[in-house]
């Protein structure tokens, strides 16, 4: 879904990032992950569902080769606050015993399930995690997470598209904006 679909939108506040300046950025994040990790077998890990539209085109970015695993977990119940409580609802197929691994995530909010989640993989064995987002909100950063690879630092909105969603809306917006309070209060 293009930008111009949603023109007039009432439920979108303003556009943050182009696709052009997402996709710009990733390839920057890209050069720097492949000279990070030069001579490693890397390890992607997404976060479903909302890294899937970075997780591909970072991949894509890359000049190498790669391989991809997924994991989906909550902390969300059915507002727009983290519960504090993390669950595993689809764990990765890959062993992690001395591999490099690089999560990719959508977004960096309060770092608490980011957090929960970077102890659960380094309980597995593997030479090194490291983190990779497209979005930091380092407003309303509750856990200190050490994150290698930022795409962009935002204020505290809530945002939408490219994979950030409300209630499974906007997920395929191209662009990433902020969505108007009316719509989730």
Not at 3 to 20: A, C, I, K, P, S
Not at 47 to 55: D, E, H, I, R, S
Not at 88 to 93: E, S
Not at 117 to 128: C, E, W
Request: proline share 2%.
């Amino acid at each position: 879904m293009d930008q111009q679909h949603v023109e007039g939108d009432l439920d979108l506040e303003q556009t943050l990032f182009t696709e052009d300046q997402i996709l710009s950025r990733l390839r920057e994040m890209a050069a720097e992950i492949e000279r990070d990790y030069d001579g490693k077998d890397l390890l992607l890990v997404g976060v479903l569902k909302g890294a899937v539209m970075v997780m591909a085109d970072l991949a894509r970015s890359l000049d190498r080769h790669v391989e991809m695993d997924w994991m989906a977990i909550s902390s969300y119940g059915s507002g727009t606050k983290s519960s504090g409580v993390v669950r595993i609802l689809k764990d990765l197929d890959t062993d992690l015993a001395g591999r490099h691994v690089l999560v990719v995530e959508d977004i960096i909010d309060t770092g608490l399930t980011l957090s929960w989640l970077i102890a659960n993989l380094r309980s597995r064995g593997p030479a090194s995690v490291e983190i990779a987002t497209l979005l930091r909100k380092p407003e309303a950063l509750q856990m200190d997470v050490d994150v290698r690879y930022v795409g962009f630092d935002i204020p505290n909105a809530f945002v939408v598209g490219y994979g950030l969603d409300y209630a499974e809306r906007y997920r395929n917006l191209r662009c990433i904006g902020t969505l108007s309070p009316h719509v989730y209060s």
